[in-house]
């Protein structure tokens, strides 16, 4: 028979999704703190805790085992959330986890109860993330290279991304925009992005685009954080955006909005701030998520940066010195690696998990 708290996770515990990789991460740190940690089987012998991080199946239609403690960890990147969501997390869960304060203020005005909120950050592996190491083989003979890295869709902005390049830049200027995609992700399977990409690379008068549409293991991630001197994320909305903090780590400080959820652990020292609009609208209807599922919406809630704004700063960090750069560079790092691990994250997984089973 085992001993000590089992915890079992609703949501894959590996892969390439981002919440696969995040269960990942806790669970191997549970393990080392005692606790038994399996997949969540209904039916089967009840755990003493639940852990439900899922995004492949609909939330709304999950059914927690009684009388075990249950967790939800949700994000609705784009306002307050869905009331079914509310609801449930309400009448059903024990706490709710939010990665950041910006989705801790939305689940506040979305109706979650305050007592059930708690905040539950992400990190990085020191040990895989940092400055020093190999560079990633970039195919380009440009000197100064930005990089985005995530699933190219509006949410993540890079169209305007996109857009604003192209002003800023000419096929003269030396520079290169490296975009790591991953069409395979099953969160981003938008093509007008894509499609985007490929009218820019087959024009000569544009400034150059490598895009590389694959999944990276973390070591080649870091290796490519490295490769570059400025990375760039224009998210419209975000519940934390892993990969700032990822290039932070890795000594490449990031162009991003002064809004949302990167304002926990970015500031003027460590990154090039865009001003950006916050869109807050009344709406009614249903919303289609990434995985197809519909969900009822009131109100939506985000930022956009403007095109002029972000090609400005794309020219600021081109044109900046590279100890200035650098000054940035070496306070993302500190910054990364002195407060925003993953041994720091799970300190407070651990925490919050006491909280239910002192």
């Known amino acids: 028979m085992r001993e000590g708290p089992v915890v079992a996770f609703q949501g894959r515990r590996g892969g390439q999704s981002a919440f696969g990789l995040i269960n990942a991460q806790w669970s191997r740190a549970l393990l080392q703190a005692g606790y038994a940690v399996t997949d969540y089987a209904p039916g089967g ?3 003493t805790i639940l852990i439900h991080h899922d995004f492949s199946s609909p939330f709304s239609r999950f059914e927690p085992p009684r009388s075990v403690k249950c967790v939800a960890v949700r994000t609705w990147d784009f306002g307050p959330f869905p009331p079914v969501w509310v609801e449930k997390i309400n009448r059903e869960f024990d706490q709710y986890w939010a990665h950041s304060n910006w989705i801790a203020e939305l689940a506040r005005r979305s109706g979650v109860r305050a007592d059930l909120i708690r905040l539950v950050p992400l990190g990085i592996d020191p ?5 020093e190491g190999p560079h990633y083989p970039v195919p380009t003979d440009k000197r100064f290279r930005f990089l985005f890295v995530g699933g190219v869709s509006r949410r993540k902005g890079s169209d305007i991304l996109l857009e604003a390049y192209r002003r800023a830049f000419t096929a003269a200027d030396d ?3 490296v975009l790591k995609d991953h069409s395979g992700d099953l969160f981003y399977r938008q093509n007008e992005v894509r499609e985007r990409i490929a009218v820019i690379r087959d024009d000569p008068k544009a400034p150059e685009i490598v895009h590389l549409d694959t999944f990276l293991p973390e070591g080649d991630l870091a ?4 490769s570059c001197d400025v990375a760039v994320f224009p998210y419209r909305a975000e519940g934390f955006c892993l990969p700032i903090l990822e290039a932070m780590a890795c000594g490449t400080p990031g162009i991003v909005p002064a809004f949302g959820a990167c304002l926990d652990f970015c500031s003027a020292r460590t990154s090039y701030f865009v001003k950006a609009r916050r869109i807050r609208a009344p709406v ?3 919303f289609r998520v990434a995985l197809g599922f519909e ?8 930022c956009e940066v403007p095109k002029e704004g972000l090609a400005e700063a794309l020219l600021t960090a081109a044109r900046e010195s590279p100890p200035a ?3 940035k560079a070496d306070a993302g790092a500190e910054c990364a ?4 691990t993953w041994a720091h994250a799970t300190d407070v997984v651990a925490v919050r998990l006491r909280e239910l089973c002192p």
Do not use: K, M, N
Request: aromatic share 12%.
């Open 45 to 47: 012998p009840p755990p």
């Open 127 to 131: 040990e895989v993330f940092h400055p």
């Open 175 to 177: 520079v290169c925009l």
């Open 223 to 226: 290796a490519l954080y490295r």
């Open 284 to 286: 009614a209807g249903r």
């Open 295 to 302: 969900e009822e919406i009131a109100e939506v809630d985000f």
């Open 325 to 327: 750069r650098r000054a």
């Open 337 to 340: 690696h002195g407060s925003w």
